[in-house]
């Protein structure tokens, strides 16, 4: 016995003999099999982390090398261990030559496949990011190395020509640009963050950055949000490159592929990646250059537990090993401000000057929603002059937002007087109450206007093709929305009516941009949704082509909207940061939630040690659980996550209910 085999449980007498009958015989084996083993001559010691997702053991364990293993079992190899009782899947993550165990250590079962998977400096960001949100080690590493593939480690991985470097030729209109590529080209690791302008061809500068990185001898790494945004930076890097340099690491694409991929970038043989979130834990080798594109977007945040954010996991990796970091968007989010705020970044921007010859943006109201249309006379003008060159993009909100309360004077978010949280009702004779904390509020009167008023603001028509094919006949309606997405239109002066997020790139940029119904996205019921919007709205008026035309209805007075017109996404992301820092929300405060149901939510509060300054919303019920919002100052953060650290080691060892533990969610 080592002193990582589990409690036993209480068992029946009789079985408990059988099961001591059995466990002796499996002992004498392991005895006999033991003698077999001579321990390797130098480093016995390995050190595995443990496919074990009991926060309590969440650690590397020592176990012996036998010989026959010595050149194999190499770190960052997948070894099998007895662990509890079980065979159990491990990453060598370290050889050393003495152990701090005191008994006997036990051999290695087998090296599952030698081929190093699991880099050193990918094993310190599992363990950072662990720590960051308060999740398993084993989580994480499931998220940073995909399962393996057995037949495509027999083939060996084509190294990549010479890359001789060539000119950057598209970062000529963005200031302080020369600086940021001169210092990449030197192998140097200059941060940034980028708003790129409208008519960027950001996937081609992305490339150009990357070039430059790579041209000094490094590797670089680029995550994009989805499948679209890969395919668009994977044609830009070959064209950029050349063939046989980069991989797309992706979901899709199959099992064997993604591995054979993988395999490339771990054995050193691409060095240049581009994918979605998981790729953000590519073995790169000499990474030099991380990017991350568009971090506004909700496909950033991964799913499963522990819930990490891209952003998070590129910018901790740009600090452990090092290398350049390029955060690029259309918008600015509050966190890439903040990154600019604390002198962590530098901006990169285009001029106004340039950005006014780009393009021209105006906001229209909408005309009385009685006469039957949704598109104000100035709306269909820009349509009109804009078929007469080109396509033209219409974004309409997409169907199934949740909507909050909303004044009904001002259509302000109607928020919690004493958390900041959306009010919701939650039924026909109830007062409106607060989604995070419960407070309820029947007097409820709108800071903006003084309103009384509330009202759940309604879903736009899905019209809008038919009613543009009726305004333009003989004129192609094209939509790209839900499951029919398009990823591109050509030149053709067709209307292309898009959801949000689902617009079309066009060949050559498109001729206007009509961006409709904005106060529906406004009111989405979220604490970003301002952000969103802008972003939203600010990626479609970027696809306008150079001299193009966008009009946007809605409250031309709305700050957001006011936003757009002047295309100052540095300036509404400087308010949405202070605004944030007095209403006491991420990034100027963290915000963790805990949600199981309430006898567990319970346990863990008595066991949670909270540092100080930390506020505790709720319990409120949420779906079919309960949830509870803590929220600390933003310097107290690494406190809190250390304090759910604990709580899960504590809960895992005393095998309490579980609670869900996640830290920053990108919503609440
Ligand atoms: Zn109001
Ligand atoms: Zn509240």
Known sequence: MTSHEAPEADMLPGLRAAVDDARAKAAATRRRKAADWEPATTDPVARVLVDIALAHLDRPFDYAVPQTMADTAAPGARVKVRFAGQDVDGFVVERASTTDHTGRLQPLRRVVSPEPVLLPEVVRLTETLARRYAGARSDVLRLAVPPRHARAEKDTSVPAPPFTGGPTTTWGDVAHADAFLRRLAAAEAPRAVWSAAPA????????????????????????????????????????????????????????????????????????????????????????????????????????????PHTREVLLTRAEQQGTAALLGAVARTPEAQHLLASGWARELATPRSVLRARVRVEAVPAEDRAVGTRIPRPAYEAIRRGLESGPVLVQTPRAGYAAALACDTCRTPARCSVCTGPLSVPGPVDPPQCRWCGHTEPAWACPTCGGRGLRAPVRGEARTAEELGRMFPGTTVRSSSGDRVLASVGERADVVVATVGAEPVAAKGYAAVVVLDTWLTLARDDLRATEEALRRWLNAA???????????????????????????????ARREAEERAAAHLPPAARIATLAGDLGALDDALHLLDLPDGAEVLGPVPVADEHRVVLRVPWAHGPALSGALGDLQRLRSARKLDPVRVQVDPLTI
């Open 200 to 307: 960027d061809d950001w996937p081609a500068m992305v490339a150009d950055a990357v070039a430059t990185a790579y041209a000094s001898g490094r590797g670089a790494l680029v995550c994009v949000p989805d499948r679209r945004d890969v395919d668009r930076v994977d044609a830009a890097l070959t064209a950029r490159l050349g063939e046989g340099h980069h991989v797309c690491l992706t979901a899709d694409g199959g099992p064997a592929a993604r591995y054979r991929d993988f395999l490339a970038v771990a054995r050193g043989a691409r060095r240049v990646v581009v994918g979605t979130r998981s790729a953000a834990f590519a073995p790169v080798h000499d990474l030099g250059l991380v990017v991350v594109w568009d971090d506004g977007d909700d496909l950033h945040a991964e799913p499963r537990a522990p819930y």
């Open 542 to 572: 970027a696809l306008v082509r150079a001299g193009g035309h966008v009009v946007a209805v809605g409250d031309p007075a709305h700050p957001i909207l006011q936003a757009l017109v002047r295309w100052d996404p540095a300036g509404f």
